[in-house]
């Protein structure tokens, strides 16, 4: 299903976008994501306690360490 990215997609309560699946939540003083790779058998999960925080880039930057050693 389109979203309001034009580069991400969505299927059963996951974003697809490129090589990756991911999912967020957040509520008054938590923000979280779940970022996987399927194809390389990875994923990261961030899980925060601040309301400013960004996860989302964090995931991608993590998961980008492993998959370019």
């Given amino acids: 299903e389109p979203t309001d990215d034009p580069d991400a997609s ?4 996951w974003r697809i976008a490129g090589n990756t ?6 509520t008054q003083g938590f923000r ?3 970022v ?4 390389q058998h990875l994923a ?4 925060s306690n601040r309301n400013e925080f960004q996860p ?3 995931a991608v930057t ?3 360490l492993f998959l370019h050693r």
């Fill in 32 to 34: 979280n994501v779940i």
């Fill in 10 to 13: 969505y299927g059963f309560g």
């Fill in 56 to 58: 989302y880039p964090l």
């Fill in 62 to 64: 993590i998961g980008q």
């Fill in 44 to 47: 990261v999960v961030i899980l």
């Fill in 21 to 26: 699946v991911w999912h967020s939540g957040e």
């Fill in 36 to 39: 996987r790779w399927p194809k």
